[in-house]
């Protein structure tokens, strides 16, 4: 299957600082990556799907302007989380749609805000 | 709105003991049906995709099923490295062809 590399695994950060994940589709091209944010024995939410070259759709109670999603290229997507409060602590991860529609998930990032 | 509900929440195995997990759906127009499996800490990794009804996929030990209706994930004469939690997902046709998923079936098989 497709390969879909997220950086960094696991991220501590300050309360009120930013924080930036990156998300790269290694051996295909994604048009459309979505990231998922996923709580303790909860299913996966749909956060944002980014299109590349154009704006991120946010799902509803999504703060855009807290998390900024860009898609530069055909192969990296970034979601930043701006401001970072505890609540905003959570496992993060992001997804790359392959040629069927399947879709390939990266490692996933633990975000802990202190 | 789309829903996938997967039972049972979580399952206790013996190695050897055969069983089944079962993803329950509604969609409006499925365009696909996915399985993952999720270790903890990790990102879900990808099993099968199944498209229509009566359609079947194989892979070791696992069997995928789909119904109009549902779909089962068969396990066969599990190990314990097959210990994780199972998640199912459906893909709609309408808009941006959305991924709803289930809570998943956690999985633990006792050697």
């Known amino acids: 299957g497709a390969v879909v590399s997220q950086h960094p695994s696991w991220v501590i950060c300050k309360s009120g600082t930013s924080v930036k994940i990156e998300c790269r589709s290694l051996d295909f091209q994604a048009t459309t990556m979505f990231w998922y944010r996923q709580f303790p024995k909860q299913s996966l939410m749909l956060m944002a799907t980014s299109n590349e070259g154009s704006k991120a759709t946010y799902e509803q109670g999504v703060e855009k302007d807290k998390f900024l999603i860009n898609h530069a290229s055909l192969t990296l997507s970034t979601l930043t989380v701006t401001s970072a409060h505890p609540e905003d602590s959570s496992f993060y991860i992001c997804s790359a749609r392959g040629g069927l529609g399947e879709a390939f998930f990266g490692q996933g990032t633990r975000l802990t805000v202190v | 709105e789309d829903q996938v509900t997967q039972s049972p929440e979580a399952l206790r195995l013996q190695e050897g003991e055969s069983s089944s997990l079962n993803c329950s759906y509604t969609v409006s127009g499925l365009r696909g049906l996915f399985w993952y499996r999720q270790d903890p800490g990790k990102g879900p990794e990808f099993l099968f995709t199944?498209?229509?009804a009566g359609e079947e996929k194989e892979k070791e030990r696992l069997k995928a099923t789909l119904t109009k209706k549902e779909s089962f994930l068969h396990i066969t004469a599990p190990k314990p490295e097959d210990s994780a939690t199972y998640l199912c997902?459906?893909?709609?046709?309408?808009?941006?062809?959305?991924?709803?998923f289930g809570i998943g079936t956690k999985l633990q098989v006792i050697p």
């Open positions: 199944l498209y229509s």
């Open positions: 997902a459906v893909q709609a046709w309408t808009g941006y062809q959305k991924v709803t």
